[in-house]
């Protein structure tokens, strides 16, 4: 199971001691992975851009242990194969015995309105399309991942227009797909799942997820639905982050869960924002923002004094005005890129659509990803 | 001879093949040797290590891309092109001419330049000899290539003197305003089509210019297999008495072609193919493969767990075919994958080449290669069979 245990709660946010993670019948080394923390985002088992090579090199000072976060929508064409390989850490040669989790979405992929329905999800890669992933359908993936942790399942698609019908939808959907699922232990083989908080932006919906699974016995924490506030550039019927509302949506329902279980969020989402939802009670997130800001051309660091202001700054390299700009990438930064290249060096890859540009951002944006949250954690530490 | 005196000794020759080591400023190079090409000033999304640890020593880089962008005199600022891109071996730079025609419309040569509209501004630009050694100077490669006139070989014959006897005198540009002999080389390209009397004049018309190097220019155009290995090797022979000269045939990369090169006395090659056909979804292979190409999207390697090949490098040690095939085209990563192995897969060739020569062993080597190759030797295409029998190796085939 997902054994965390609740050090601190402050007025910033919580801090955990995440003890294990995994199923109980397959221990791997003790975690003891302290929280705010991050999944990796991967996909195709790598993060992307980078493969495992460049990865454990180029990465290798990053504080957190890392949990690679898995989705469905960018391996399902390739089931059978990772299957037969005995696994994702296997099939895409990740670091053995590293630690995995199992989710729906691609939170950069596309995650699209109008396609769910009663018999399953819809989930969306880039070369085979639509693929409904059902009670029926994810135990299969989930045994041929062997990942773990998952995700459970979830009717997510509930945009800012959703009908008050189709809310009700959602719900009744999602606890039968999950009763369906965890049935029986060797459907997900015992491993510890999240359950879903959806509900879109109706905080009454919200509350009634909450109270439909915070008693279930499979949760061994929470999954947080907030696709639609994402960054996720590829999300149907995007709303904009904005902290009143997000603060409205989820207060009654954060109080509702147990404090000793850890809460998700999966999905881009900026430093300002991570903050934000750290306050509110979020334990876990994933990286893909620092991936969705080298995917752009982007490198981000944040803020000096980051805690008190929650401020973060961007590099556009598609901006000209670091055509010639002669100097390092950032000061403050010991990654390899920062240490070792220009602004307009960087900026010349953008321009002339190199891949190492997405190579070298991600490295660095990994790297203030990481150490964005050390600091976060830190400053817990001193908190009220 | 010492490092970075940019002097070359032969080590080995057999027959007409010969293995050297070409010692320039930023280490040395053992010959036959393939050039990866980092267009951009960068190789398709591989770290400057990930190059290092294929056993590459040298590559090369465009002229007129980084003088387009981002400008020679910004390269010049960022400390020159090792140091922009932090690749700590060697630099071969092209003139930027041979870009031109590939690239721009309406080019037009006249006795001063090369003209041309820029494809990326339309704006009527002009490169001159001079103009070109300039960049490359910025750009501070170990070898720069002189501005020459290239006539595609599919012409007709009567057009390759004018532009040879030009080349030859843009040459004479090139040298005079070529100053900083001590860090950076200066190549003239032999032209003339697949004119051997055009060749021979050429060759002793720009051979005491060759300090260093020299190279053979104009082919892989398109031109017909036989003609582009008979002109090698007459070209080759040609040089024979300027041995202590290096011979860098352009554009080829070919693992056939590669090996024919070489065992004509060619030295050095460079090619986009390894790292283009990369992007592909092709591996570069020994065996097992159609002309020394696995074409990894292919539904055969959905549940093939081995290697692309017996291989050393990352991808091979790391990866099996079922992962790649499951990822190409889907993301970056299979491109960085194939990349590694099909760098390291030429080098490896190279590797395996010179060994054969040393070792005296060519005859078997040529067995086995071009069984792997082309599934047995006696199924080689005809101009194989051609260019290695003028060479003098029929025992291949009996
Ligand atoms: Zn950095
Ligand atoms: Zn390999």
Redesign the interface.
């Known amino acids: 199971m997902v054994k965390a245990k609740l050090l601190r709660n402050t007025e910033r946010g919580r801090t955990c001691n995440i003890e294990s993670w995994g199923a109980e019948k397959e221990p791997k080394s003790p975690l003891n992975l302290q929280t705010p923390a991050y999944l990796t985002y991967t996909r195709f088992g790598h993060i992307p851009h980078l493969t495992w090579d460049v990865a454990q090199k180029e990465l290798s000072h990053l504080e957190q242990k890392p949990i690679y976060q898995v989705s469905m929508a960018a391996i399902f064409e390739c089931l059978l194969a990772i299957d037969e390989a005995g696994g994702i850490i296997k099939f895409a040669s990740m670091p053995e015995n590293c630690l995995t989790h199992l989710t729906i979405h691609d939170p950069l992929g596309r995650i699209a309105s109008g396609f769910n329905k009663t018999k399953g999800i819809a989930v969306w890669s880039a070369r085979a399309g639509r693929k409904d992933v059902c009670s029926e359908a994810y135990p299969v993936s989930i045994a041929a991942v062997k990942s773990d942790t998952i995700t459970a399942l979830s009717d997510y698609d509930l945009p800012f227009d959703a009908q008050k019908k189709r809310q009700g939808k959602s719900l009744t959907r999602t606890k039968a797909w999950n009763e369906a699922l965890f049935s029986e232990e060797s459907k997900t083989g015992g491993r510890p799942a999240f359950a879903p908080i959806c509900g879109g932006s109706n905080k009454d919906t919200r509350f009634a997820f909450a109270k439909a699974f915070v008693q279930v016995p499979w949760a061994s924490g929470f999954s947080i639905e907030l696709w639609h506030f994402s960054l996720g550039p590829k999300v149907d019927k995007k709303q904009v982050y904005e902290k009143d509302v997000i603060a409205e949506l989820l207060g009654e329902t954060m109080l509702l869960l147990p404090q000793d279980k850890v809460r998700l969020v999966e999905g881009a989402f900026n430093p300002t924002q991570i903050l934000h939802l750290i306050k509110l009670g979020v334990d876990l997130f994933d990286s893909s923002f620092a991936s969705l800001m080298a995917d752009e051309g982007k490198a981000f660091k944040i803020a000096d004094d980051f805690e008190s202001t929650w401020e973060f700054s961007v590099l556009d390299f598609n901006d000209a005005k670091f055509n010639d700009d002669t100097s390092k990438l950032y000061d403050h930064c010991s990654c390899y890129p920062c240490q070792t290249f220009t602004k307009a060096y960087l900026r010349h890859l953008v321009n002339c659509k190199e891949m190492l540009a997405m190579v070298l951002l991600t490295i660095h944006n990994m790297t203030e990803f990481d150490r964005m949250f050390a600091r976060i954690r830190e400053s817990l530490q001193l908190a009220q | 001879m010492t490092t970075g005196d940019m002097s070359f000794d032969i080590v080995a020759k057999r027959d007409r093949a010969r293995v050297g080591v070409f010692h320039l400023p930023h280490g040395d190079v053992e010959t036959p040797i393939f050039m990866p090409v980092g267009t ?3 190789i ?4 400057p ?2 190059v290092a640890e294929t056993s590459c020593r040298i590559l090369l880089c465009n002229t007129y ?1 980084l003088g387009h ?3 020679a ?2 390269v010049k ?2 400390g020159g092109v090792h140091k ?3 690749w700590k071996y060697n630099i071969l730079t092209d003139s930027g001419g041979f870009q031109m025609v590939s690239l721009g419309k309406l080019m037009q040569v006249t006795e001063n330049a090369v003209e041309f509209n820029s494809p990326h501004t339309n704006e009527r630009m002009v490169l001159t000899p001079e103009h070109s050694i300039g960049i490359q100077k910025d750009l501070g490669s170990d070898i720069m290539m002189q501005l020459d006139h290239v006539v595609p070989t599919v012409s007709d014959d009567s057009e390759f003197r004018e532009p040879m006897l030009r080349s030859v005198r843009w040459l004479e540009r090139c040298n005079n305003v070529h100053t900083n002999r001590d860090t950076q080389a200066l190549f003239p390209i032999i032209q003339g089509g697949l004119d051997p009397a055009l060749r021979q004049e050429c060759v002793e018309k720009m051979v005491p210019y060759a300090k260093v190097g020299i190279a053979i220019g104009g082919l892989s155009g398109g031109e017909a297999k036989d003609g582009f290995c008979a002109t090698v090797n007459f070209s080759c022979q040609q040089l024979e008495p300027y041995s202590h000269l290096p011979r860098y045939v352009m554009g080829v990369g070919w693992q056939t072609d590669m090996v024919i090169c070489a065992l004509s006395g060619a030295d050095m090659f460079d090619c986009v193919y390894p790292t283009r056909t990369a992007r592909f979804g092709t591996a570069l292979v020994f065996e097992g493969g159609t002309n020394g190409e696995l074409h990894l999207s292919r539904n055969e390697f ?2 093939d ?1 081995k290697p692309i090949e017996e291989c050393d490098c ?2 091979c040690k ?3 075919r ?2 790649l ?3 190409i ?5 299979s ?3 194939l990349t ?1 192995h099909n760098i390291h897969h030429q080098l490896e060739l190279m590797r395996r080449l010179r060994k054969a020569i040393k070792e005296d062993n060519i005859v078997p080597f040529l067995k086995t290669f071009l069984a792997g190759q082309f599934g047995s030797v006696a199924t080689v295409p005809s101009w194989v069979k051609t260019a290695l029998v003028n060479l003098d190796y029929q025992q291949v085939f009996s």
């Not at chain 2, 085209?329 to 990563?333: A, G, H, I, V, Y």
């Open positions: 951009q000033g960068t398709k999304g591989l770290l290590r990930q891309h962008r981002p400008g005199d910004v600022r960022l922009m891109m932090d959905v549940y767990f990352h991808t790391t990866y099996t079922a992962f095939h499951s990822v085209s889907k993301d970056t990563l491109c960085h994958m590694v």
